[in-house]
């Protein structure tokens, strides 16, 4: 099994336990004043984190991330760390907005990129404890190795938070 049908597969039975919780508990508010895991990605690339609640409109994180790129037959592998701050709209579905650094390294290619990424999305939380999120990245500054700028929407990463309890 691959590693991206792995990860799939472990997003897959987060996202239906958080449903199943979800129906239990609905309008949960958002964290507050918690350090919390995360798991999530997308058909490229897939990460874990951590975070930490300010409150429930403020989230500080970071994510370790590995992606795998194929086209043409070529195949770029990279991996890296995406520190990111999330300021959520309160309600029973948050919307969001992310913004982000995403600094990495590709061991095939031996080339370094940092970019500044900018996106949003929903956030659901079950409770205070678990968060189930969708979101896309719609700008991204890229740094180097050179210098560009790219606007719409770049895939759809979906993926669940667990936050200790206060």
Known sequence: MSL?????ALVAIMLLTGCAT?????GAVAPSGQFGLSVGGSASFGGI???????PSIILGARLFLQNISSGGNSTTSYGINPYGRFLFEGPINPYIEVGLSTGKSPTTGISNSDLLVGGGLEYFA???????????VFDL?????????????????????????
């Open 4 to 8: 991206s049908r792995l990860f799939s």
């Open 49 to 55: 984190g951590a975070q930490y609640a300010i409150n």
């Open 22 to 26: 979800a129906v239990a508990q609905p």
């Open 127 to 137: 409770s205070r404890n678990i968060g189930i999120y969708v979101g896309t990245t």
């Open 142 to 166: 890229e740094f180097d190795p050179g210098s560009a700028t790219a606007f719409g929407f770049f895939g759809v990463s979906v993926g669940a938070e667990w936050y200790f309890n206060k």
